[in-house]
């Protein structure tokens, strides 16, 4: 992988904003596409992250012989902790 100069960076900004994603050069064409959203992943596995502690929690509650009543029940299942 290339690491591009500043002048570079922006040249290539500029065609995936103006949805130009063919460009020729040297009578060669080149598709240009976004092919990973690093914002996006870092979200998913906080996500995630978030999840896995919620069922954790819900499971040492029922260990704990915590008692729910059918509504928490519903919650969980609707927020996906169950």
Do not use: H, W
């Not at 598709?31 to 929690?57: A, G, M, R, T």
């Amino acid at each position: 992988m290339k690491k591009l100069k500043e002048k570079e960076v922006t040249f290539i900004k500029d065609i995936i904003d103006e949805n130009e994603s063919v460009i020729e050069m040297d009578n060669k064409r080149y598709y240009v596409s976004l092919i990973e959203e690093p914002e996006s992943i870092i979200n998913d596995e906080i996500e995630c992250k978030e999840f896995q502690e919620k069922v954790k929690k819900a499971k040492l509650n029922i260990l704990k012989g915590k008692r729910f009543t059918i509504d928490d029940i519903v919650d969980m299942i609707e927020q996906g902790v169950l």
